[in-house]
């Protein structure tokens, strides 16, 4: 499975987008982008997922490059609740293997 | 549903005891999984099984056991613990391999001492 590399933390204000970028540059034609986020210390949440479609559903939108190399999530009107860890994972095989995420906290 | 269940919450364990981590899901779910995070880091897969009487390692596996004998159940067994194995571990489940969403469990927090 291809390793995905994000910024470690990020801020945002309540009310504005929140983008978070990944770079997959090793991810493989059957690969899947993956995104999940884990509030506090709860168990992690699935969000979106796209193979080289931009995607978009209730929670955020999804814009992969043309050459999949990268990514971009985005949350469009971010609010306090928002605040998590969001990790994005490259997945073609069974296994769902998780970095370290970045560390995104919406402020009022 | 009630989703993916976990027991018990809190656990603390006296080194070289064993102990079983219990998961349950009510979706008929095929794919199962375990992960522990330590504080600060992300998840890690212990093992995963495709389905009743399959299982495989992830990437940590040494020093746990697990088991699927139903569907809807996916034991955790810690043999004889370690300090290393603080930590909290996390249950998931999804329809099958190709299925997109991961369903995870409130999670377990353990302490060895």
């Known amino acids: 499975d291809a390793k995905t590399t994000q910024p470690p933390s990020m801020d945002c204000a309540e009310g504005r987008a929140a983008n978070l970028p990944c770079n997959h540059s090793t991810i493989s034609g059957n690969e899947y982008v993956y995104w999940y986020r884990q509030i506090h210390s709860q168990g992690p949440q699935y969000i979106i997922h796209?193979?080289?479609n931009n995607e978009t559903n209730e929670m955020a939108s999804l814009i992969i490059t043309e050459d999949r190399k990268s990514s971009t999530l985005i949350l469009p009107h971010a609010t306090l609740r928002d605040t998590a860890v969001y990790y994005c994972i490259v997945r073609g095989t069974d296994k769902l293997i998780f970095g370290t995420g970045t560390r995104l906290q919406v402020f009022p | 549903n009630a989703g993916v269940t976990q027991t018990p919450k809190f656990q603390v364990l006296k080194t070289g005891q064993s102990m079983t981590l219990q998961c349950a899901q009510d979706m008929n779910h095929e794919y199962m999984s375990w992960y522990r995070q330590d504080p600060g880091m992300g998840l890690r897969l212990i093992h995963y099984?495709?389905?009743?009487?399959?299982?495989d390692q992830g990437e940590v596996p040494n020093g746990y056991n697990v088991s699927r004998s139903t569907t809807e159940d996916f034991p955790l067994r810690l043999l004889s613990a370690a300090p290393s194995q603080t930590s909290v571990y996390f249950c998931?489940?999804?329809?099958?391999?190709?299925?997109?969403?991961?369903?995870f469990g409130p999670g377990t927090r353990l302490t060895v001492t």
């Open positions: 796209g193979l080289k």
């Open positions: 099984s495709v389905g009743a009487g399959i299982t």
């Open positions: 998931a489940s999804r329809l099958g391999l190709a299925a997109y969403e991961q369903y």
